[in-house]
């Protein structure tokens, strides 16, 4: 019989997610007497790197904060300074917009849930592992991941930190025939999609049941499963103004990390693919409602190691909505404008104020909020990463499933892997929660 | 014969260019075929400590923490690659190096800057070379992937590995691209280094000066055009500063 009632577990730093992040655990006599989920990875200090830059370059330089969600950094900037500025876009640039935002949430929900996760769920120790047993799964894997990317590159120009999206439109957009062949080839993903579906379907069991009730914070639109647009939602309070956004955040600092925590109206709060899930399941498209029935996944659900499975539900949704907007597109035929006028879009809209702009990305709800003097220079950032939200929910986890393994009789390592698990399920990008910008003496009129 | 060993390390950055890397697809198996990649945090569950052919690193040095790190890992390399702005040049992260380090920390964190550990060694960010000798570099934010694997290559084969010496103008020329002076826009191509296969300007955007200046960058030629199409000088020079406000201390 192993000894399950005294043990230390440090794991510094978790594999497997991006950035750096600590689990420090210490029981004594059976009883959790340290449990912490830390952050020690650097600031960069986004807040000071931004002041006095030019309005057309905030995006370029915010989209830098994470190289894994740099479309949807880019986009929630722009959607701030247009905001800022008074600047609408044309329905054609807001389905440009959207079917690079879903490019990115297929390539970082593929990149997360096969590359990170799968390894977990095989017993494997990482995805070069994989590769090496399972060459054909993986060669189905890179294909989709290959895919997500070559549609991140058709519309933004390259795969991270887009190009051609600019305040006010696209510099450069894919012909008709190009976005035919990428309709096409979305098409024909699905074959590998399902066969990925499948495979977690038999690997289902191997994920944890554990749950623990929060409160979950998304976008929500009425009519359209939100990701570009809609409202703060919360499946406690319901809607919350966009403006508001600091009073529902109410981020705070703690000694043992860089990044800043938040907490709305209970402990704290989870946002991703889960919290989308369980307040939006009912605008998801047939195929996705389809694959959640498959995968046993309904709303609302309170186990967070579910949110894998709600990423592979949403990569369903980012194909046909996709496959959708591409024949949206093609029936209106592309309008196209002269590069002057996209450029001078934003050239003739300079004016002081402030702005704000939310999107969700792979990892949850993004906020930016600039404020800006009249020569279009950025006085104050602030930006909310769904990372940090989701630290305190982390914590939250690990201090009610420890004591609920020690009681199974889990062993050292069950009970390290399983928090390693926990942390990996909300798809952690810590150098983004470490970008620290902060609001400082915003007055919302 | 044994596999070279390659390690691949993130400091202070976005992480995008190591996704560059599992962005190669297909490319990685092979990749991996023909190389063991012993450490590598956040694709991997190992970790290998130590006697690398090559450490692949990415990201700038912005604690006196990874300062340590990066010293180690050198010790401990045969080859250094840095990838990326941030490694390169400083990149994005020397924006605000205009800032104390002190006053950056008052900004962000306000009065809870004194109480939070991770913040006590914060040095103003830098790039590797300001701290150990870096055997090759491959620029860019993010870097260009096919630069990268021709480096390993090269290096492995014990071969020089070395950067385009001419202006991004040179390669958007060369695939007809207009040139976006005639717009007035502002374009870094004169003077920043080629071998991003003009990204952007290819789009219709303006190079952002992200791969560093040419090694002798005429700057009298980048004058001209901007004399020629009445722009500013100051515009350019104030738009280079966003991959490379980088100064070494005592410049």
Known sequence: MHNNKDMKIH??????????????????????????????????????????????????????????????????????????????????????????????????????????????????????????????????VTRLHGLGNEMSALIGGRTTHPITSILGGFTKLPSEKELEDMRKKLLASLNDYFAVVELLEKLATKIPIFTRETEYISLKDNTDYAILNGNLYS????????????????????????????????????????????????????????????????????????????????????????????????????????????????????????????????????????????????????????????????????????????KQGKTKEEIQLTCEMNVRAYDPCISCSVHEMRLVNMDWK | MAKPKVAIFSMACCAGCALQIVNLEEKILDLVGAVDVVEWQEGLSEKSGGNYDIAIIEGSVITEKEAEELKEIRKTAKIVIAIGACAHTGGINCLGNHISVEEKKSIVYGNDAEKIDGLKDAIQPRPLSAVIKINATVPGCPINKNELVEAVKCLLLGKAFRLPNYPVCFECALKENGCLFDLNIVCLGPITRAGCEAACPSMNKECNGCRGWIDDPNQNAAKDILEKYGLNIEDMKNKFTLFNSYIKEGE
Not at chain 1, 238 to 253: A, H, L, P, Q
Not at chain 1, 300 to 314: D, G, K, L, W
Not at chain 1, 375 to 400: F, R, S
């Open chain 1, 11 to 140: 794991v510094e730093n978790v594999t497997r997610v991006e950035g750096h992040g600590i689990i420090d655990i210490e029981i004594k006599n059976g009883e959790v007497t340290k449990c912490l989920w830390k952050i020690p990875e650097t600031a960069r200090y986004f807040e000071a790197m931004v002041r006095g830059r030019r309005y057309d370059e905030i995006a370029g330089i915010t989209s830098r904060v994470c190289g894994i969600c740099s479309i949807g950094h880019h986009t929630a900037s722009q959607k701030a300074t247009e905001n800022a500025f008074g600047i609408t876009i044309s329905p054609q640039t807001e389905k440009f917009r959207k079917l690079l935002m879903h490019a990115e949430n297929f390539q970082s929900h593929i990149l997360h849930t096969l590359y990170l996760v799968l390894p977990d769920l095989l017993g494997m120790k990482s995805v070069v592992e994989v590769a090496m047993a399972c060459s054909n799964e993986t060669k189905i």
């Open chain 1, 235 to 406: 499946s406690d309070n319901g809607f919350y103004s966009n403006t508001v956004y600091r009073n529902v955040m109410n981020e705070f600092c703690v000694p043992h990390s860089t990044a800043k925590f938040t907490k709305n109206t209970r402990d704290s709060f989870m946002v991703g693919a889960l919290a989308r899930f369980n307040n939006n399941h009912d605008t998801l498209r047939p195929l996705a409602l389809k694959v959640a029935e498959k995968l046993e996944l309904k709303a609302p659900c309170h186990n967070p190691f579910m949110n894998s499975v709600a990423q592979v539900i949403e990569i369903a949704h980012s194909i046909e909505d996709s496959i959708f907007l591409i024949q949206e597109i093609l029936d209106e035929g592309i309008q196209k404008e002269h590069l002057k006028d996209i450029y001078n879009r934003a050239d003739s809209a300079i004016k002081a104020g402030e702005g704000i702009g939310i999107v969700e990305v792979p990892r949850g709800l993004l906020i930016h909020n600039y404020k800006y003097d009249e020569k279009g220079l950025v006085i104050e950032a602030n930006c909310v990463i769904p990372t940090n939200m989701n630290h305190w929910n982390i914590q939250y986890d690990l201090e009610k499933l420890i004591p609920e393994l020690l």
